[in-house]
């Protein structure tokens, strides 16, 4: 059955540096989402794209973060100054084409995300 | 604001026996889609069960059911017969229809472990 793939699994950073979080939806899937889990939190969404550009954000993904689809089976997510409360397990989820509220979104395995 | 309250943290079972997980949460929306995620220790999150608000009729898949009252916006997870295969986080999470809305909401989680 396909899955959604992300590396790296784990990640330590140092404050202010950037990182790129990268995710493989699975090859059908035209929606591609980023979520995260801060420790003991929500999962939160951060940013839904679409078509090569992102149809919504919340208010997390602010200037820091950036979303690409650089070829035909990556989609990354990059922080450009991480900063401490950027540490958190990052999710990377895709969907088919169809109405996207009912289409079923398949997560990854995440990346921890450390920020130091 | 929309909001998914899962009210217990930590729950446990015994192997072979029922459990059920609760859930609340809060739209203004009249049409939605809500679901379960199951997250095991490997940390993949998985569609386990999901429901749309517009039916009546609880869904069940094999060994999970749910108990939907729409009127409460409650959503309950049952699990009969429980495994050692059951044990992880267990997410509720709720997506609105139509519109711009197409990232899920989730809830905190609560953690399942189903003992020998």
């Known amino acids: 059955e396909p899955e959604v793939t992300q590396t790296p699994s784990h990640q330590v950073t140092q404050m202010g540096q950037e990182v790129i979080l990268r995710c493989v939806p699975i090859s059908n899937h035209l929606y591609f989402y980023w979520y995260r889990q801060i420790l003991g939190q929500k999962v939160e969404f951060l940013v839904s794209?679409?078509?090569?550009?992102?149809?919504?954000k919340s208010e997390i993904f602010d200037d820091q973060f950036s979303v690409e689809r650089p070829d035909g089976s990556n989609f990354t997510l990059k922080i450009r100054s991480t900063k401490l409360e950027d540490s958190a397990m990052y999710f990377c989820a895709s969907s088919t084409n169809l109405d996207r509220a009912q289409e079923t979104q398949y997560f990854g395995p995440g990346t921890r995300l450390l920020v130091l | 604001a929309q909001t998914v309250t899962q009210s217990q943290p930590e729950m446990s079972v015994q192997e072979a026996e029922t459990v059920t997980l609760s859930c609340t949460y809060d739209t203004s929306e009249n049409n939605y889609y809500l679901f379960w995620y199951k997250q095991p220790p490997s940390r993949q999150m998985i569609l386990v069960i999901r429901q749309e608000a517009y039916k009546q009729q609880n869904a069940t898949e094999n060994r999970f059911s749910v108990n939907f009252q729409k009127a409460a916006k409650s959503f309950s997870l049952k699990i009969s017969d429980s495994q050692l295969g059951d044990t992880a986080m267990y997410f509720c999470a709720f997506i609105n229809y139509g519109g711009s809305q197409g990232n899920l909401i989730f809830g905190k989680g609560t953690k399942l472990s189903v003992k020998p």
């Open positions: 794209f679409y078509n090569n550009e992102i149809s919504e």
